[in-house]
């Protein structure tokens, strides 16, 4: 580990250390830049990791006072937990599960393909598929992704049989253990899974792919990172000439630094990306950093999601063993009659007890729900991810009161579902409950979605500066040397869990960063 | 936003975070009542019938439940503002028209809970209870959740693919364990 000057403006400013952040740190480091990687939360490992729900999600998630907006369930049912993501070093890759699904060639292109869906403030990325294959096979490679690279698939657990059994006899051709950045076998000094059934609480065998204990260490090993945790920034800071020149931040102690930078690359995740930018105002950007457009903060997405669990008369014990243990790939096309544009997975999830009493039916008490919870060891579960709708009123503002301890106004999220989301949720509801049928299940429940575990769209890449915030590599149109470096750059969610891609991004941006520095552009 | 609709997500994260932080389910007993530091013995009576009501197991003895009843007290302990809130909450419940809370029959129990549901005393109990008592080694080994597999080396030698009702599914979409 290094340490570099809060005076040297030659170093690379990097805020967020998870899938984006992290990713790109090292990446920048193999390229020998300086990084500096400010991240507010602290620094885990495997040995203090707790296989203990509650626990976990207190010493990892991200529990900053937010507030929500929107017919969305969870304004009602989550109102001040808009999104379940971490604040710690690794970011989301700690809590996450692990699937890892490259985006389809029409996924890039879904204004031109999906024509007009009423509403949806869609738009064409400014890159497509072709351009992001080689980046994906890196990141595969990088992440271990299972069924990629001669990398065996993982063996499926109990919940991966009823969903096998139930999807084949629905007619279902696509089932399979799914692409996992989780080893099957031992790889890169890291171990083969457990089969813990935690790997939302932080995995403590480390098979699963977090840039905690990859990236992080690695950009260390050169000599070129200095990653310093607890702190958290508060403000990117530009000169007359309109360029980045410094990110100010609070310490561990709460004591408020200036850092150089020579640039800027934000990694926040797409509720705190856009806030740092909205705060971050001045008199030469009044309405926020890199915000000509109006669009930071705008076309919040969060997939469609939802989850259905089946009750069978038999044990299941679906806790047992990877959580994302197997994946329906069948509904993910293009295919209007269904009555919806988009197409979405099905992957298995399980929940531990403590989250399956707090989740299932938030709120819920009394003879039923208890009876539901006493049926748990013959549970299995399955959760819906699907592309939702952009749409510029789906938000992250600057709450007009409230502030964080740092004086900082806390982000409100306002989303509303589209009409589009909601038939695909309903149709995805209705296909999950045929599968569990399929096998015998004598109860489904519906379960309304989780506080959003994907956050995207916040600062969306675009061919022209006035639909969105970043360029085609996440270099701001407004600001050259700052960068937007995780899912926020996303133009539209598509059907897929985003983390692979927002690997491939970072790791396509260090390439196109290190070349820019060459060439002194920036 | 509604009030009430805060308190109850404000109060189910901080219940998950008090539990957590504590990491202690506390030790009861299975035959006897607790001793508590806030709640009179009346209160928690009352606090005992009313958490088996929100979630009722007849799996689970009232050993699981005043588990969840010393959470409160311990709750009540720390802050003024809940022990008043848990004080005046249980003596609106025993003031009704039908009597006592306790000796009420359970349709009467149900129903003078529902009528108080969106109440900020009666989320605090939930939420509580929620983070307590689905936390609890306990309850777990009686509602059938094995929990945690690091100290035996995960679920991948104990039964992560024994489900036999089903047939195995081929190895091209579940490959064999390494
Ligand atoms: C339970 C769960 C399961 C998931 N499963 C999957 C899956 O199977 N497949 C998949 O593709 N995705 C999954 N995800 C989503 C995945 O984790 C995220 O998409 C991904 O981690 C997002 O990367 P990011 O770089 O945008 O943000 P993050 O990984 O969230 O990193 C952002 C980091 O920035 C830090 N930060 C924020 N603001 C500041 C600031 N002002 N100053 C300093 N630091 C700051 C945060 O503390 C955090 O560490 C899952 C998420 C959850 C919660
Ligand atoms: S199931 Fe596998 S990936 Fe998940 S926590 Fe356990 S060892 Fe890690």
């Given at each position: 580990m290094s340490k570099h000057e809060l005076?040297?403006?030659?170093v690379v400013v990097i805020v967020g250390s998870g899938a984006g952040g992290g990713t790109l740190a090292n990446e920048l480091c193999q390229r020998g830049l300086k990084v500096v990687l400010l991240e507010a939360g602290q620094r885990q490992s495997t040995a203090t990791f707790h296989n203990d729900e509650w626990f976990a999600f207190n010493q990892?998630?991200?529990?900053?006072k937010r507030t929500t907006s929107g017919n969305w369930r969870i304004a009602k049912d989550f109102p001040n937990l808009p999104a379940w993501i971490c604040k710690t070093v690794g970011g989301t890759t700690v809590h996450w599960a692990g699937a890892s699904l490259r985006l389809k060639e029409h996924e890039f292109k879904t204004k031109t393909i999906y024509s007009d869906v009423k509403g949806a403030n869609l738009l064409d990325w400014p890159i497509t598929l072709a351009d992001l294959e080689p980046y994906y096979a890196k990141a595969e490679n990088k992440m271990g992704v299972?069924?990629?690279?001669d990398i065996p698939g993982l063996p499926g657990n109990n919940n991966f049989k009823v969903m096998y059994n139930g999807a084949t006899r629905v007619g279902?051709?696509?089932?399979?253990?799914?692409?996992?950045?989780?080893?099957?076998r031992p790889r890169e000094g890291r171990s083969a899974c457990?089969?813990?059934?935690?790997c939302f609480q932080g995995c403590k065998s480390g098979a699963k792919w977090s840039t905690?204990?990859?990236?992080i260490p690695k950009a260390e090993a050169t000599g070129k990172l200095d990653l310093r945790p607890q702190s958290m920034v508060l403000q990117i800071q530009h000169d007359k000439s309109g360029k980045a020149t410094s990110v100010l931040y609070a310490d561990k102690d709460g004591n408020h630094q200036l850092q150089k930078a020579r640039l800027v690359c934000v990694a926040g995740n797409s509720i705190e990306t856009p806030r740092l930018l909205l705060n971050?105002?001045?008199?030469?950007f009044p309405h926020g950093l890199a915000n000509s457009s109006g669009q930071?903060?705008?076309?919040?997405m969060r997939h469609t999601t939802g989850s259905v669990f089946g009750v069978f008369k038999?044990?299941?014990?679906?806790?047992?063993?990877?959580?994302?243990?197997g994946i329906v790939q069948?509904?993910?096309?293009?295919?209007p009659s269904r009555g919806f544009a988009g197409g979405f997975e099905l992957e298995t999830i399980a929940l531990g007890l403590p989250f399956a009493a707090a989740f299932?039916?938030?709120g819920a008490w009394g003879r039923d729900y208890a009876s539901l919870l006493e049926d748990f060891p013959n549970m299995a579960g399955m959760w819906i991810v699907g592309e939702d709708m952009p749409q510029e009123s789906n938000a992250v503002t600057l709450h007009p009161s409230e502030k964080d301890k740092f004086g900082l106004p806390i982000p409100n999220v306002h989303y509303d579902d589209h009409p589009n989301d909601i038939a695909m949720r309903n149709y995805a509801f209705k296909r999950g409950a045929a599968i569990y049928d399929a096998v015998g299940a004598t109860r489904t429940v519906e379960v309304p979605p989780y506080p959003s575990t994907h956050n995207l769209g916040t600062c969306r890449q675009s061919e022209l500066p006035r639909d969105g915030v970043c360029n085609k590599w996440g270099q701001t149109h407004d600001v050259k040397n700052l960068f937007i470096s995780?899912?926020?750059?996303?133009?539209t969610s598509a059907g897929e869990n985003p983390t692979l891609t927002i690997v491939t991004l970072a790791i396509r941006q260090a390439d196109y960063i290190a070349e820019q520095c060459t060439k002194r552009n920036i | 936003m509604k009030r009430r609709d805060f308190l109850k997500t404000g109060a189910l994260v901080v219940a998950g975070t008090a539990v957590a932080i504590t990491g202690l389910i506390p030790e009861v007993r299975a035959d006897a009542v607790p001793a508590f530091a806030t709640l009179k013995p009346e209160e928690a009576e009352t606090l005992l019938k009313m958490t088996r009501q929100i979630?009722?197991?007849?799996?689970?003895?009232d050993a699981a439940y005043w588990k969840v009843v010393k959470q409160l007290d311990t709750a009540s302990q720390a802050d003024p503002a809940t022990a008043k809130l848990l004080a005046d909450g249980v003596a609106q419940l025993n003031?009704?028209?039908?009597?006592k809370f306790a000796g009420m029959s359970d349709n009467q129990q149900l129903d003078a809970l529902k009528g108080i549901e969106n109440t900020p005393f009666f989320q605090k109990v939930q939420s509580v209870e929620l983070a307590s008592l689905y936390n609890d080694p306990a309850v777990w080994k009686a509602l059938g959740y094995q929990g945690p597999a690091y100290s035996i080396g995960?679920?991948?030698?104990?039964?992560?693919?024994?489900?036999?009702w089903l047939p195995d599914p081929p190895e091209s979409a579940s490959p064999k364990p390494a």
């Open positions: 005076n040297d403006d030659s990892l998630a991200w529990l900053d299972t069924r990629t690279n279902y051709k696509t089932v399979h253990t799914g692409r996992m950045a989780i080893n099957s457990w089969q813990l059934g935690f905690l204990y990859t990236e971050s105002s001045s008199s030469m930071v903060g705008k076309n919040y038999e044990p299941v014990h679906m806790y047992r063993g990877t959580v994302m243990a069948d509904e993910n096309g293009m295919n299932l039916n938030p995780d899912g926020s750059q996303f133009t | 979630y009722p197991h007849s799996k689970l003895d003031s009704s028209s039908s009597g995960g679920y991948v030698h104990h039964g992560f693919n024994d489900l036999a």
